[in-house]
């Protein structure tokens, strides 16, 4: 039987176990299935972003401990099965199979979810058995011949003229890339990133792409303002990619309304304020900040003094803000 192919080596099983936590009781707390859970802990189902952001809430870690380090224990012992699995794969002719499949589907303008239906099969199947994930019995074959007009004499010829053409090359050497950009050791150049080692760094940076860290939380009369990822949420669309964006849960009551109770603001750390715009006043200077370092922020109305010198404005009680860096508010979005 074919290996499903790892694609997210991560700490979660290790993690949860430290915790004292049964994987019946993460499965029951995320609203995942017990085989969901256990797939996903082996590496052969990812998590969506919201599920990510979940599972580290109730493990209470850090979004960037899920993924595998190169000091990491188990290190090894991933990168061996990853290997294994791809060449058992490969010997076992799926991915040669299902590359053929997606070209020939690709060659008749369908979409995944179009041949799935013409094959008989759930998208998922047939999903899995385009990617070589799955192994495929004799009245599949059938069913998917017919699904594009074939035989099934004449669906596995049309495959192999289509491998030994080397047209199935760049689909098979892509699968390939994923693997291996998963096996060998990245240098991102984010400071943040480059904790992941081996394993994690572009899959953490893929996942931070569609996320935004929380740097500021309300602490008495200011905000705690602290850089760092230990807590994350689901960016709105119009800011994913945006990595200089940061999201402060504000202190509605001292700005007089301007901002709604139960909110998140997102600011941009390259975007200097103007007069009337929400602004994220810094006490320090930003770009020196530490994951282990926190200073004190407000989140107040920019406005300018007979001097032309730009300051915040708060309110319940008054009180004039000036701050070594100021970050426009780009968006407020309620929780």
């Not at 499949?101 to 013409?118: F, P, V």
Request: include cysteine; charge should be positive.
């Amino acid at each position: 039987m074919a290996q499903e192919e790892i694609i997210f080596p991560n700490n979660i099983r290790s993690i949860r176990i430290g915790k004292g936590m049964r994987m019946t009781e993460l499965a029951r707390r995320s609203n995942l299935s017990l085989s969901a859970v256990s797939k996903i802990e082996k590496g052969v189902r990812r998590l969506n972003q919201k599920q990510l952001l979940n599972v580290c809430s109730i493990l209470g870690c850090k979004l960037s401990d899920l993924f595998i380090h190169e000091t990491d224990a188990y290190a090894d012992k991933w990168q061996n099965e990853i290997k294994r699995r791809l060449t058992d794969n490969e010997g076992s002719g799926l991915k040669i199979f299902g590359s053929g499949l997606r070209k020939i589907r690709q060659l008749a303008d369908k979409t995944i979810a179009e041949a799935a239906k013409d094959a008989n099969m759930t998208l998922s199947v047939y999903h899995k058995v385009e990617v070589g994930q799955r192994e495929v019995y004799e009245n599949e074959i059938d069913d998917l011949a017919k699904a594009f007009g074939y035989t099934t004499s004449g669906l596995f010829d049309e495959i192999t003229r289509l491998y030994k053409s080397g047209e199935l090359n760049k689909q098979i050497n892509k699968v390939k890339e994923r693997v291996k950009s998963v096996l060998e050791p990245c240098n991102p150049a984010s400071s943040l990133d480059s904790r992941c080692g081996l394993y994690g760094a572009q899959m953490y940076d893929n996942a931070r792409k569609k996320l935004v860290p929380v740097f500021g939380t309300p602490s008495g009369k200011s905000i705690k303002f602290k850089k760092s990822d230990e807590s994350m949420i689901v960016a709105p669309a119009s800011l994913e990619g945006c990595c200089d964006v940061y999201a402060v849960i504000p202190n509605s009551k001292r700005l007089g309304g301007f901002i709604p109770e139960k909110s998140y603001v997102f600011a941009d750390a390259n975007t200097t304020p103007s007069v009337g715009d929400l602004a994220v006043f810094l006490e320090d200077d930003f770009d020196t900040l530490t994951e282990d370092s926190s200073i004190v922020a407000q989140i107040a109305l920019v406005c300018q003094d007979s001097k032309g010198k730009l300051y915040g404005h708060l309110s319940n009680p008054e009180e004039k803000i000036t701050g070594k860096v100021m970050h426009k508010i780009v968006m407020i979005v309620m929780q």
